[in-house]
């Protein structure tokens, strides 16, 4: 196990700059994982850390060692890609040997290694099967455990459940987590779902045009999202983004669609969140769904919103409104009644929402303790 440290990392093909002055840092035994839309770099970046890219700028460590322009084969990692291609004319167990065998590892203890990596991922059954007689989470294990059979410093993942369907891409999900905990071993995972990267990763690095937009804790990015990138890309349903300006009061959203603009007091709950927030210049008020209240009845501190459209989850509904011509989507139990065209009345948790400025599109919002 190791560390990978990156250190200013730039990448280009020709014209365009796929990394852009990337620094990051994987801790031993930690699992980190790249997120981002396509095209954004985080494939190129793996493909540095492993030696398929000579980088045209920068540092990369593993452990104490300087890496950037070293082989893969002389960086003691290991590889699992989306498109596995398992040998066909091979049995699972000579698969898994086969990493071993090109180091001269002696029999014995190929055979123990085998026999452990088998049963750390429940393919004991298997070993005497060829790829051909294999279902595609059954092939995904086997590539996996091709990886871990060599006990590598380090494993690089790039997207390796994107070719499954979504069952089991969800069982999977959870299984190489679970592996990770276990083996303890220092992961650094890509891909371009935000519930894989939530769900799996002790760290997410969120990528976008080259760059790192925040690296932090799946709580960290979904809670204090630095800019507007972040709090867009984290969350399903995305974060409502309502532009808005701060007067004296507290904020007025604007009006769309000849609709009127729409005050919204500074609630004493929220502390100083929005009070640094300048007066004068074009803002977005983010707020995820779920921290949209709504009520039957007239509150104070409430507004009148009208429903546009319900989409009941079974587990959740999403209730879309309309404020100042804006839709909103709010999350609320799937007992919660409401219908199209009916009014109800909403509140934004302003303890939970943030300010960002329109133009640069970064944070406004003043975290306590522990934010950003
Ligand atoms: P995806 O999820 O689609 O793989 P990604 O975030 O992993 O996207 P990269 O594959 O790292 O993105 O690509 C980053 C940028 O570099 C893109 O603009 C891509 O077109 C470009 N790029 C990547 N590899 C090459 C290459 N071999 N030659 C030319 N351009 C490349």
């Known amino acids: 196990m190791a560390s990978v440290s990156v250190k200013q990392l730039v990448k280009r093909f020709d014209q365009n700059i796929a990394v852009n002055h990337l620094d990051l840092d994987v801790r031993d035994g930690e699992f980190m994982v790249f997120l ?5 770099g985080k494939t190129t970046t793996l493909r540095c850390i492993s030696g398929l890219e000579i980088p045209d700028d920068g540092e ?3 452990g104490d060692e300087i890496v950037t322009k070293k082989e893969p084969a002389e960086r003691d990692i290991a590889f699992v890609f989306q498109s596995f291609s398992l040998y ?3 049995t699972v167990r000579e698969i898994l040997a086969f990493p071993l065998r090109a180091v001269r590892t002696p029999e014995s203890e190929i055979t123990q290694r085998v026999a452990e990596a088998a049963k750390t991922l429940h393919i004991e059954k298997l070993l005497d099967r060829k790829p051909g007689k294999l279902s595609g989470g059954e092939m995904q294990r086997v590539a996996i455990g091709r990886a871990i059979v060599r006990r590598p410093k380090v494993f690089l993942m790039d997207e390796p459940l994107s070719a499954l369907d979504a069952k089991l891409r969800t069982e999977m999900r959870a299984e190489i987590k679970r592996l990770q905990t276990d083996l303890g071993q220092t992961t650094i995972y890509v891909t371009h779902d935000q519930l894989e990267a939530m769900s799996m990763g002790d760290k997410i690095a969120i990528m976008y045009g080259g760059l790192l937009q925040q690296i932090g804790t799946p709580t960290e990015v979904y809670d204090y999202p630095k ?3 972040v709090a867009g890309f984290i969350g399903s349903p995305s974060m409502n983004f309502l532009p808005c300006r701060r007067d004296a009061n507290g904020l007025v959203v604007t009006g769309i669609e000849g609709a009127s603009e729409v005050a919204i007091a500074l609630s004493p709950d929220a502390g100083d ?3 640094n927030a300048p007066q004068g210049t074009e803002l977005v008020l983010g707020v995820r769904p779920e ?3 709504l009520a039957h009845e007239s509150k104070a501190g409430f507004q009148p919103a009208e429903v546009y459209v319900v989409e009941p989850l079974g587990s959740e509904k999403i209730i879309n409104l309309r404020i100042a011509g804006h839709i ?3 999350r609320t139990p799937p007992t919660f009644a409401a219908r199209a065209g009916e009014t109800l009345f909403m509140q934004i948790d302003q303890t939970r929402s943030h300010l960002f400025d329109a133009r640069s599109g970064d944070s ?6 522990g934010g950003n």
């Open 291 to 293: 921290d949209v209240l």
């Open 60 to 62: 990369i460590r593993i």
């Open 88 to 90: 066909p004319h091979m």
């Open 273 to 275: 969140r929005f009070r």
């Open 227 to 229: 800019n507007l990138f």
């Open 364 to 369: 406004q919002t003043r975290h306590g303790l």
């Open 36 to 40: 981002g839309p396509s095209g954004c």
């Open 328 to 330: 909103v989507k709010a």
